[in-house]
């Protein structure tokens, strides 16, 4: 066999390989790269050419990978994710920052914990920078497994896949619920007969917050709540709350200032408890910066006893 890499083998075309993995689609891909079919096609076949082998065949009208296929998907993959990584390194070097770190998170993660979090990081570690991209959790372990950041912190749905990922427990978060001051609707405790009969605010069925959510309320015994908004945003919820639209079970870390300023009133749940784990992900064979470890090591041990960390003032 030739060496792939010494021709025109370019990590283009590995890209668009993957990207066919993906979609299990030459004209998905092409949709989405706005470039005409044969030109995918033509990255696919020239792949097959020097590597000899088979990278797909057709199940209906999916393109499904060979077992050859499956083992260059995956070398592909990790050299598209080593490069971006490499890349990365070395525009930070250009620039001259002594330590960086791109660092993915899910919303409530990002809004609440991290700024306070990073912030009592980069006073003991001020020659370097740091960069939160805020996303949704399946995104930021995409994120992680493509090199385009260098760990993730979010919430995990079970099902998710974490193949070739590092999962590690942080901190478990638990969902409270609040009312507006002047809701009359429910007073400082509810059971869960009354809290099936609340009006609720909550985020979209899509989210791994609602799935959360709803697990948990099932393993309850509630199954017909009245969800009668729905947001994106923790912090659109909370202000429809406010609003007098309903109800809603939020993150604990999202809501402290608003239950320390009065602005909301928690409602005790005694005989609900809804606890969700917050995990630290980063790609198996990952070689991390100095800045890097320290980062990872700080978030690591902000959490004291499960519990998500405090809100840091300064010193």
């Given at each position: 066999?030739?060496?792939?890499?010494?021709?025109?083998?370019?990590?283009?075309?590995?890209?668009?390989?993957?990207?066919?993995?993906?979609?299990?689609?030459?004209?998905?891909?092409?949709?989405?790269?706005?470039?005409?079919?044969p030109?995918?096609?033509?990255?696919?076949?020239?792949?097959?050419e020097?590597?000899?082998?088979?990278?797909?065949?057709?199940?209906?009208?999916?393109?499904?990978?060979?077992?050859a296929?499956?083992?260059?998907?995956?070398?592909?993959?990790d050299?598209?994710?080593r490069?971006?990584?490499?890349e990365?390194?070395?525009?930070?070097?250009?620039?001259?920052?002594?330590?960086?770190?791109?660092?993915?998170a899910?919303?409530?993660?990002?809004s609440?914990?991290?700024?306070?979090?990073?912030?009592?990081?980069?006073?003991?570690?001020?020659n370097?920078?740091?960069t939160?991209q805020?996303?949704n959790?399946?995104?930021?372990?995409?994120?992680?497994?493509?090199g385009?950041?260098?760990?993730?912190?979010?919430?995990?749905?079970?099902r998710?896949?974490?193949?070739g990922?590092?999962?590690?427990r942080?901190?478990?978060?638990r969902?409270v619920l609040?009312?507006?001051?002047?809701?009359?609707?429910?007073?400082?405790?509810?059971?869960?007969?009354?809290?099936?009969?609340l009006?609720?605010v909550?985020?979209?069925?899509?989210?791994?917050?609602?799935?959360?959510?709803?697990?948990g309320?099932?393993?309850?015994?509630?199954?017909n709540?009245?969800?009668?908004?729905?947001?994106?945003?923790?912090?659109?919820?909370?202000?429809?709350?406010?609003?007098?639209?309903?109800?809603?079970?939020?993150?604990?870390?999202?809501?402290?200032?608003?239950?320390?300023?009065?602005?909301?009133?928690?409602?005790?749940?005694?005989e609900?408890?809804?606890?969700v784990?917050?995990?630290?992900v980063?790609?198996?064979?990952?070689?991390f910066?100095?800045?890097?470890?320290?980062?990872?090591?700080?978030?690591?041990?902000a959490?004291?006893d499960?519990?998500?960390?405090s809100?840091?003032t300064p010193?």
């Open positions: 066999m030739e060496r792939v890499l010494a021709s025109q083998a370019t990590l283009h075309k590995l890209e668009v390989f993957c990207l066919v993995c993906e979609l299990q689609s030459v004209t998905r891909v092409a949709e989405r790269m706005r470039v005409a079919q030109v995918v096609t033509a990255h696919l076949r020239f792949l097959e020097k590597l000899g082998v088979r990278l797909f065949e057709r199940s209906g009208r999916r393109l499904v990978l060979t077992l296929g499956e083992r260059v998907h995956k070398w592909a993959s050299i598209i994710t490069t971006h990584e490499l990365r390194e070395l525009d930070l070097a250009i620039d001259g920052e002594l330590g960086s770190a791109v660092v993915a899910s919303m409530t993660v990002a609440y914990v991290l700024p306070p979090l990073f912030t009592a990081f980069r006073r003991l570690n001020p370097g920078g740091i939160v805020v996303s959790p399946q995104l930021v372990t995409a994120a992680v497994r493509d385009t950041c260098d760990f993730g912190v979010c919430m995990l749905d079970p998710h896949d974490v193949d990922l590092n999962v590690e942080l901190w478990t978060e969902l609040v009312a507006a001051r002047d809701d009359s609707s429910v007073g400082d405790g509810a059971t869960p007969q009354e809290i099936e009969a009006p609720f909550s985020s979209p069925r899509n989210q791994v917050r609602r799935e959360a959510e709803e697990d309320l099932h393993a309850h015994g509630i199954v709540r009245r969800v009668l908004l729905e947001f994106g945003h923790p912090e659109a919820i909370k202000q429809a709350v406010r609003s007098g639209a309903g109800v809603a079970f939020v993150m604990e870390t999202s809501v402290r200032d608003e239950l320390a300023r009065g602005l909301l009133r928690r409602v005790a749940t005694p609900i408890d809804l606890p784990p917050v995990f630290l980063h790609r198996r064979g990952k070689s910066s100095g800045f890097q470890a320290r980062l990872v090591d700080f978030v690591r041990t959490a004291v499960d519990h998500p960390p809100i840091l010193a």
